[in-house]
């Protein structure tokens, strides 16, 4: 009797912990629309801090561009403030092209839809907070 007690204490809360790992854990779905080129890979970025935006990548992933269209989704995330960056690689050399100006030939964008001036946009302005999962549309032209 004593085992079985134990046992189902024990599994009570294996149970508790797995749920409450989900909870704690979200999904950033990005829906990606393509206007002018079919053709290529969208690579993301995912920063989860101020200090590591364009500097640390928290996560990262590449979809092919099928049909104008591209989906990602990041899994198993905390709960938090993050931000993203994207380009579309129209060459797949996994690199964004720029002029001899430092200009991207390649589009690109930021979360938040914004373009930063010379440079990247500030973190504040791109930044999602996140607590649930999330679904984000992003149009590329």
Same mark, same amino acid.
């Given at each position: 009797m004593?085992?079985?007690?134990v046992?189902?204490?024990?599994?009570?809360?294996?149970? #508790?912990n797995?749920f409450?790992?989900?909870?704690? #854990?979200?999904?950033?779905t990005?829906?990606?629309s393509?206007t002018?080129?079919?053709?290529?890979?969208?690579?993301?970025a995912?920063?989860? #801090?101020?200090?590591?935006?364009?500097?640390?990548?928290?996560?990262?992933?590449?979809v092919?561009?099928?049909?104008?269209?591209?989906?990602?989704?990041?899994?198993?995330?905390?709960?938090?403030? !993050?931000?993203f960056s994207?380009?579309?690689?129209?060459?797949n050399n996994?690199?964004?092209?720029?002029?001899?100006?430092?200009?991207p030939?390649? &589009?690109?964008?930021f979360?938040?839809?914004?373009?930063g001036?010379?440079?990247? &946009?500030?973190?504040?302005e791109?930044?999602?907070?996140i607590?649930?999962?999330? !679904? !984000?549309?992003?149009?590329?032209?």
């Open positions: 004593r085992t079985s007690l046992t189902l204490v024990l599994f009570i809360n294996l149970i #508790s797995v409450s790992q989900e909870i704690d #854990s979200v999904s950033i990005l829906d990606i393509i002018k080129f079919n053709k290529g890979n969208i690579l993301i995912l920063y989860d #801090s101020e200090e590591g935006y364009m500097k640390e990548i928290h996560k990262s992933g590449e092919l561009v099928k049909d104008n269209k591209a989906k990602l989704i990041f899994h198993s995330l905390k709960k938090g403030v !993050y931000a994207f380009f579309h690689d129209l060459n996994k690199k964004l092209d720029t002029n001899f100006l430092g200009i030939k390649e &589009p690109y964008g979360s938040n839809n914004k373009k001036r010379f440079g990247p &946009p500030k973190f504040n791109v930044s999602l907070v607590n649930r999962n999330s !679904y !984000y549309e992003i149009a590329i032209e």
